[in-house]
């Protein structure tokens, strides 16, 4: 793909992320159904929230920020450059491919319920349930693996995360997964196959671990107290995409080793 087209899929990641962001919204507890805002009221408060609501107008009017200016900006600031680097990521390692498209849907609702599990701790049914329909779709049509891996996939992941979730909550005597992380992977096992799901799975949990030792270093999070898992589920489902097959390979010849 030519550097003109990965710059295209950068500039499409940005607009979209700020519809994926506004979506988000719906589920953050800082925001309220209210009265619309005039378009002026949303242009001199958030110019980022103006901008999407050029090309997204009647969702925009939907919600009224009752939270600090501070936390909103950070919020799309950093929603609009973590998408736009994601696309562009995809574009240049995909290519013209037709899975390019499950890869950028994939992004898409991955980044929605990364920002309602770090805002309010929620990944909404709604979402998941587009994301599973939506990926049924594709997958009917783009399927690099028989169909019936991403079915059994879609059981294995959440059934997986089920079982580990059960085990913890026997161990630790409390909620240790949500259902919506279980959920999730529904949807992630639509898009990865068994393989990469079982491995994304691993990674989650790394990642997840890692994260918690350095929030509990820094003293950005107390001890006791749940932490996301939906974002490093993205993380994990993500490289086990693009690096998954590389990463088996790599140990299944230091196991011949």
């Known amino acids: 793909m030519s550097l003109t087209a990965i710059f295209a899929f950068a500039i499409l990641g940005l607009l979209v992320s700020g519809v994926l962001s506004v979506i988000a919204s719906r589920w953050d507890s800082s925001l309220v159904p209210a009265i ?20 997204f107008n009647a ?7 009752k939270s600090t200016k501070t936390s909103i900006l950070w919020r799309y600031a950093i929603g609009e450059i973590i998408t736009t680097v994601l696309f562009a990521h995809a574009s240049f390692t995909l290519g013209w491919q037709p899975e ?86 529904v949807f992630i096992g639509l898009i990865l196959g068994v393989k990469l799901t079982l491995l994304s799975l691993f990674l ?36 086990a995409y693009y690096w998954g097959n590389g990463l088996i390979e790599w140990y299944l010849s230091m196991l011949n080793f």
């Open 204 to 239: 989650a949990s790394l990642f997840g671990l890692i994260g918690g030792i350095v929030l509990l270093a820094i003293g950005a999070h107390s001890r006791g107290k749940t932490i996301p898992f939906g974002p490093y589920i993205a993380a994990g489902a993500l490289a």
């Open 36 to 55: 619309p805002p005039t378009t002026e009221h949303i242009k001199k408060d958030n110019p980022l929230i103006y901008r999407v609501a050029i090309f």
């Open 100 to 185: 390019l498209i499950a890869v950028l849907f994939f992004i898409c609702i991955l980044v929605i319920i990364v920002q309602t599990d770090l805002t309010d701790m929620i990944i909404p049914n709604k979402v998941v349930a587009v994301g599973v329909i939506g990926a049924i779709v594709i997958r009917l049509f783009i399927h690099p693996l028989p169909l019936l891996n991403y079915g059994i996939a879609a059981f294995v992941g959440s059934g997986a995360l089920l079982l580990i979730g059960v085990i913890g909550s026997w161990i630790l005597k409390k909620e240790t997964m949500g259902g919506g992380d279980i959920k999730l992977y």
């Open 59 to 65: 969702s925009i009017k939907s919600l009224h920020r």
